[in-house]
């Protein structure tokens, strides 16, 4: 059974540490293998417009990001590059991510890597939080936990 099964709150990094285990190193590889796949969707929407959307490229990109990762948030509390790494984003009530919820975290990271200073804090926080929260999580209380514990 699942600490999600048995309580209604995030794990205490003090009792449960695993939960929040090399949760850094995980983000970093998850937004890799997230971003060659939102790259990949692109060059697929090139190919369908026969290359007119060339012109409209950072725009593209920026859409088809947005909507990758607020589907697949809500989808499954984790988008692809997350699922791989076996994590996923919690509520701050342990609950799975909704739709609300989900495009809220993009917007708040769209935001967040659109301006340098942001970013900075969003990657230190995820360095030295005890949950390991970026600048986004530590506003809307989520977190990211590993799945398989």
């Known amino acids: 059974m699942s600490y999600y099964a048995q309580s209604t709150t995030l794990p205490d990094p003090d009792i449960n540490p695993e939960f929040y285990a090399s949760i850094p190193s995980k983000r970093l590889v998850a937004w890799f293998i997230d971003t060659a796949l939102i790259l990949a969707l692109c060059v697929t929407v090139l190919i369908l417009t026969l290359g007119l959307a060339f012109f409209f490229l950072p725009p593209?990109?920026?859409?088809?990001?947005f909507v990758y990762r607020t589907?697949?948030?809500a989808r499954g509390s984790a988008t692809w590059g997350m699922a791989f790494m076996a994590m996923e984003i919690r509520r701050h009530d342990g609950a799975r991510l909704d739709w609300l919820t989900a495009l809220?975290?993009?917007l708040g990271y769209s935001v967040s890597v659109a301006f340098f200073l942001p970013q900075v804090v969003s990657v230190l926080m995820m360095l030295i939080t005890?949950?390991?929260q970026g600048l986004t999580d530590y506003v809307l209380?989520?977190?990211a936990v590993n799945r398989r514990v």
């Open 60 to 65: 593209l990109y920026l859409v088809v990001g």
């Open 71 to 73: 589907a697949t948030l």
């Open 104 to 106: 809220l975290h993009t």
């Open 130 to 132: 005890q949950r390991a």
């Open 141 to 143: 209380g989520t977190v």
